[in-house]
């Protein structure tokens, strides 16, 4: 499987800040990651889908303008979460796909945000 | 709206015994099938997988079982552990949604001593 990292592995922010969210490939090129966000004993929800060199697709209710994607190379993806209020408290995990084409998915170790 | 159904919820199950989780879904052009296992904290980590031209495959104690026809699949456990209690989800996914997963709501497994 992949090696996928996430940074911060936690982090705690006052309401109307932004916060940004690395996810790296470590051990190969990924051409589409994806961002999920799980609330506690909850299930995965996708939030977008992330291709390299091209603009997120977002799932539908998740705001493109509060949750900033960035692809900018292959083995890097930042989530930003702009002006964040307590109810984007959650975990946020991202996941990548190898070659093209390819239907399994690897995740990474999750960011747990918690926004006072 | 919840395109796979997975049930139970929780399982204790003794450890040795045979852990079974189910899962259903309706949209048949999904055709590939991963089983994940989360521990608190963590992230999902892919367990098994199959597609739908085959009716089983195993790994190890794990293994799943895929009925095309009726829509279902399942996880087996065999000779279950306590370092198996975790939260298993299954999900699905389709080649012309970008290969995105729609994640089952989750089994939290719990393997009694």
């Known amino acids: 499987g992949a090696v996928v990292s996430q940074h911060p592995s936690r982090v705690i922010c006052k309401s109307g800040t932004s916060v940004k969210i690395e996810c790296r490939s470590l051990?190969?090129?990924?051409?589409?990651m994806f961002w999920y966000r799980q609330f506690p004993k909850k299930s995965l929800m996708l939030m977008a889908t992330?291709?390299?060199?091209?603009?997120?697709?977002?799932e539908q209710g998740v705001e493109k303008d509060k949750f900033l994607i960035n692809h900018a190379s292959l083995t890097l993806s930042t989530l930003t979460v702009t002006s964040a209020h307590p109810e984007d408290s959650s975990f946020y995990i991202c996941?990548?796909?190898?070659?093209?084409?390819?239907?399994?998915?690897?995740f990474g170790p999750g960011t747990r945000l918690t926004v006072t | 709206q919840q395109q796979v159904k997975q049930s139970p919820q929780s399982l204790i199950v003794q450890k040795g015994g045979i852990s079974i989780i189910n899962c259903a879904y309706e949209?048949?052009?999904?055709?590939?099938f991963p089983w994940y296992q989360q521990f608190p904290g963590k992230g999902p980590a892919l367990l098994i997988a199959?597609?739908?031209?085959?009716s089983e495959k195993k790994e190890g104690r794990f293994t799943i079982s895929f009925n095309k026809s009726a829509k279902q699949f399942s996880l087996h456990i065999m000779d279950s552990q306590p370092g198996d209690s975790a939260t298993y989800f299954c999900?699905?996914?389709?080649?012309?949604?970008?290969?995105?997963?729609?994640f089952g709501k989750g089994t939290s497994l719990l393997v009694t001593p």
């Open positions: 999900a699905a996914s389709m080649k012309n949604s970008g290969y995105a997963l729609n």
């Open positions: 996941s990548l796909a190898g070659k093209r084409g390819s239907y399994e998915q690897y």
């Open positions: 992330s291709n390299e060199g091209s603009k997120a697709t977002y």
């Open positions: 051990d190969f090129q990924a051409t589409t």
């Open positions: 199959i597609r739908p031209d085959v």
């Open positions: 949209n048949t052009a999904f055709d590939y």
